[in-house]
T-cell receptor
């Protein structure tokens, strides 16, 4: 069966510090991968998605970036965190090609920028 | 206008009650639809897909009305464990790729 791992679960970082969140998927090949953010009391916002190694699309301009160095690995990064980057970051995967099965989320990283 | 709109609630119902949530979406080209459940401070979990013909999974029934662009979720015989936030989700991606757009959720509180 497929599983998705995301770490760390919680993170407190000072403003201006770098960020690296990692997500890996097991039990499937060539998944679509996603990074979402959920700010307190708000809905999920799609940040990045990837349909293959090295293929990253950004949904919103921001100081975050994403990379997919391996088929089942997705990384979210920042060089300098802002207070507004605080939130609940969720990695997700879905199965191509039909797109009818929904997406499945990791347990998330709760990031607090102080 | 938000692409996916939901009543935030909360809906307070007693155990055993039937409760219904509605959701509207603005992009008529949306391809597929889902309901997710999110518990407090947890990740969203897929509850069910929503089909034009309607679909049922135990106490849960989902309906899609493409002409009116709304989606519904009916929960019968509510349990305490149904207390959660229910997210309406629309896929506006192209065939083969999902670009899921989430509503902000409807909060359900089931009381004894």
């Amino acid at each position: 069966s497929q599983t998705i791992h995301q770490w760390p679960a919680t993170l407190v970082q000072p403003v201006g510090s770098p960020l690296s969140l990692e997500c890996t998927v097991e039990g499937t090949s060539n998944p679509n991968l996603y990074w979402y953010r959920q700010a307190a009391g708000r809905g999920l916002q799609l940040l990045f998605y990837s349909v293959g190694i090295g293929q990253i699309s950004s949904e919103v301009p921001q100081n975050l970036s994403a990379s997919r160095p391996q088929d089942r690995q997705f990384i979210l990064s920042s060089k300098k965190l802002l207070l507004s980057d605080s939130g609940f970051y969720l990695c997700a995967w879905s199965v191509p090609p039909t797109g009818d099965y929904g997406a499945f989320f990791g347990q998330g990283t709760r990031l607090t920028v102080v | 206008r938000k692409e996916v709109e939901q009543d935030p609630g909360p809906f307070n119902v007693p155990e055993g009650a039937t409760v219904a949530f509605n959701c509207t979406y603005s992009n008529s080209a949306s391809q597929s639809f889902f309901w997710y459940r999110q518990d407090c401070r947890k990740e969203p979990k897929l509850l069910m897909s929503v089909y034009s013909s309607g679909n049922e999974d135990g106490r849960f029934t989902a309906q899609l009305n493409r002409a009116s662009q709304y989606i519904s979720l009916l929960i019968r015989d509510s349990k305490l464990s149904d207390s959660a936030t229910y997210l309406c989700v629309v896929n506006r991606g192209n065939t083969g790729f999902q670009k899921l757009v989430f509503g902000t959720g409807t909060r359900l509180l089931v009381s004894p």
